[in-house]
């Protein structure tokens, strides 16, 4: 199993660019989760997908937020435009309908710089 | 609003003392509770929890306390090693919900 896998592991972009951050979840399960570090807020969620449809993205801080999970294999999270208080580390975690709720998995996260 | 709240953003203890890492909530419809230790480069992984039906849960030189009254858990390490320098995440959630509410952190060195 090479658990939750993310990319990239670090990105730097311009102000106003478009980010794309990319998620593989582990096979079978059915629960994705995007989280972002940052140091005042600690991990806050920026939405989640059961069955790769969106169901809770109130934490999506603004329209230039955008996620999908186009199949069970795969998701992302675009930015765009991008401005520096994005920068950040994000997460992404996965977690199978038959795992408890500490059967969160967590990828290694990407970091994020935008200047 | 933050629901899960760890006030204390960094700790250093002494190799063979114990460590103690404190977290308040607010939202009372919590009834699970976790906490997440994560190192650099790595995402957090799972590291003990607790029902709101107790007060107390042990699993080896980790021991999570629960005080629903006070809105308070705290996480004890006893005796600390080196290999417990971490940054610990606390995390509560309420049946029916999915989604883990997670706390800032507390990074905790261990010195020799």
């Known amino acids: 199993d090479a658990g939750v896998i993310q990319s990239p592991r670090h990105e730097v972009t311009e102000m106003g660019q478009e980010v794309t951050l990319r998620c593989k979840p582990i096979?079978?399960?059915?629960?994705l989760f995007w989280y972002r570090q940052t140091m005042m807020r600690g991990l806050e969620l920026l939405i989640y997908?059961?069955?790769?449809?969106?169901?809770?993205d109130s934490g999506m801080p603004e329209d230039r937020f955008s996620a999908k999970m186009p199949n069970a294999s795969f998701s992302t999270l675009k930015i765009q435009p991008s401005e520096p208080r994005d920068s950040a580390v994000y997460f992404c975690?996965?977690?199978?309908?038959?795992?408890?709720?500490?059967?969160?998995?967590f990828g290694s996260g990407t970091r994020l710089t935008v200047v | 609003d933050q629901q899960v709240k760890q006030n204390s953003p960094s700790l250093s203890v002494q190799e063979g003392r114990i460590s103690i890492l404190n977290c308040d909530y607010t939202?009372?419809?919590?009834?699970?509770f976790l906490w997440y230790k994560k190192y650099p480069a790595e995402g957090p992984t799972f590291l003990i929890s607790?029902?709101?039906?107790?007060d107390k849960n042990e699993d080896g030189r980790f021991t999570v306390f629960l005080n629903k009254s006070a809105k308070h858990l705290s996480l004890h390490i006893v005796p600390s090693q080196p290999g417990d320098s971490a940054v610990y995440f606390c995390?509560?959630?309420?049946?029916?919900?999915?989604?883990?509410?997670f706390g800032q952190g507390t990074r905790l060195t261990i010195n020799p």
């Open positions: 975690a996965s977690r199978g309908s038959r795992q408890l709720l500490y059967g969160y998995t």
């Open positions: 096979s079978g399960h059915n629960s």
């Open positions: 997908f059961n069955n790769n449809v969106p169901i809770d």
């Open positions: 939202n009372s419809m919590f009834d699970y």
């Open positions: 607790i029902s709101s039906i107790k």
């Open positions: 995390a509560a959630v309420y049946q029916g919900a999915q989604k883990l509410v």
